[in-house]
């Protein structure tokens, strides 16, 4: 009688001695599978050409490299082609879709744009372009499964800068909405 008590002794304390033994590696396991959830974040990288001076087969050969990776004070001229560069810090998966929605200040941002992207596997990054923007507040925001993995804002400024007639001009401008165009 007293060996079977001790089998039973054994079998319950093996698996406390494994439990005791096994929660500090849990516990890293665990930590690190949370750490690598979700989508990483990353920054944004600016440059700018003027694509309407170039004919079709610079603009088809045309690779650009050099980005300038800034957030803040971002302003561009409506005669640039603003080309972006999103780069992430880790590997998001090749196979990710990524919505990157374009949208303008009218009484609140609005979307524009909206185009669906890919990482580029050997970079890691989504690049892509905005031309022909007129004068105005713009935000990026990078979208996967409908939340915001990040955002930016920017502003396209005339090259002549904001004089008074320009200005109002640029308020009352092709305006459809009756609302909007009175209420400035």
């Known amino acids: 009688m007293r ?19 096994l929660k500090p590696i849990l516990f890293v396991l665990l930590l690190l599978f949370f750490i690598q959830c979700g989508v ?7 440059t700018t050409t003027k694509m309407e001076e170039m004919d079709i087969l610079e603009k088809h050969i045309q690779t650009i490299t ?4 800034m957030r803040d004070d971002l302003i561009f001229s ?20 990524f919505h990157i929605s374009l949208n303008r200040y ?8 909206i185009k669906k992207k890919r990482v580029e596997p050997d970079t890691l990054a989504i ?7 007129r004068t105005g507040e713009y935000l990026i925001k990078i979208v ?8 930016v804002k920017f502003r396209v400024l005339p090259d002549e800068g904001y004089t008074q007639e ?11 909405d009756e609302i909007i165009k009175y209420s400035r």
């Open 3 to 21: 060996q079977n008590s001790s089998k039973k002794f054994l079998l319950l304390s093996f698996p406390i001695f494994l439990q005791n033994s």
């Open 40 to 46: 990483p974040k990353g920054e944004f990288g600016w």
């Open 66 to 69: 050099d980005y300038k990776m």
């Open 78 to 97: 409506p005669t640039d082609t603003i080309h972006y560069v999103y780069q992430f810090s880790r590997n998001p998966g090749l196979e990710t879709d």
């Open 106 to 113: 009218e009484l609140d941002f609005v979307e524009i744009d």
């Open 127 to 133: 690049r892509d372009e905005f031309s022909l923007l």
């Open 144 to 151: 996967y499964e409908g939340d915001t993995v990040d955002e």
């Open 166 to 176: 320009n200005l109002e001009q640029e308020l009352a401008g092709d305006q459809t």
